[in-house]
């Protein structure tokens, strides 16, 4: 049930890793699963809810729950729109999580635990597809 409610959910975001798959252009850092965005996040933790209230695990009325979880995404919507913020609500309760079940620092962010980029020394040639049409018929003037 989870499953289906997460794909419910963010089904735009989990379909175009499928649709990269068949294009055979699969890039990691646009996968909806390994970075996902906070509508993903959230329609997974709703479809959690959900399930946990279908299965009477959680004691709360199916319409209480709806209107809470309605009021939840509203409240974070505007304050995120407000806010000019692409950040997650939810980065305290994983943060936490994460040291409760991993050991991980409290409060650290995502680019705090990962090792920066080798830097790549740039080659002052060119190759043809960093040559705009414009720059190689330049050069064909020029030659000539």
């Given at each position: 049930m989870v499953l289906v409610g997460y794909v419910k959910g963010s089904g735009v975001a989990?379909?175009?890793?499928?649709?990269?798959?068949?294009?055979?252009?699969?890039?990691?850092?646009?996968?909806?699963?390994?970075?996902?965005?906070?509508?993903?996040?959230?329609?997974?933790?709703?479809?959690i809810l959900f399930t946990l209230q279908e299965a009477h695990w959680l004691p709360v009325s199916k319409s209480t729950l709806i209107l809470v979880f309605t009021l939840f995404m509203a409240t974070c919507k505007v304050v995120m729109t407000a806010r000019h913020s692409h950040g997650s609500p939810f980065t305290l309760i994983e943060s936490w999580v994460c040291h409760l079940l991993f050991g991980s620092p409290l409060g650290g962010s995502e680019e705090d635990h990962h090792h920066p980029p080798a830097s790549v020394p740039s080659s002052p040639l060119k190759t043809k597809e960093e040559l705009s049409e414009g720059t190689r018929k330049r050069k064909v003037k020029k030659a000539e």
């Open positions: 989990l379909i175009s890793n499928f649709e990269q798959l068949l294009r055979g252009v699969w890039r990691p850092d646009t996968n909806e699963i390994l970075n996902m965005s906070f509508p993903t996040k959230a329609s997974l933790y709703g479809a």
